[in-house]
């Protein structure tokens, strides 16, 4: 239930990026459900070896080079879907930081009210 909820409010927020940057385009809630779960799927498998990989850039920048992991892949995830386009890589990086406060208050959301 959770995790249901959690990839349509996802789909809703990559909407909501979308319509309050012009640099984010997202044809429909279609291509959102499916955007949305790629970079889920980015998140969990990618992310984590990046991370690593990166490591020692990440200390020396004091972590501000995980946002540039996260608009890589927030790009990454645009260049393998048709219904989902970020033009270049400071939108990517500016839609990556909304799409990440948005899913910040969902999964807020989302644990408050599952845990009544």
Do not use: E, H
Request: aromatic share 10%; proline share 3%; hydrophobic share 70%.
């Amino acid at each position: 239930m959770k995790l249901i909820l959690t990839w349509l409010l996802a789909a809703c927020a990559l909407l909501v990026v979308a319509y309050l940057y012009p640099g984010v385009q997202v044809q429909s809630f279609t291509s959102a459900l499916i955007a949305a779960a790629v970079i889920g799927l980015f998140n969990a498998v990618l992310r984590p070896i990046l991370v690593i990989l990166t490591l020692p850039v990440t200390v020396i920048t004091l972590g501000l080079f995980l946002f540039v992991i996260n608009a890589l892949l927030f790009w990454a995830a645009a260049s393998v879907l048709d219904g989902f386009q970020v033009n270049g890589f400071l939108a990517a990086l500016l839609g990556s930081l909304i799409y990440s406060v948005l899913m910040l208050v969902v999964n807020t959301a989302v644990r408050s009210v599952l845990a009544r």
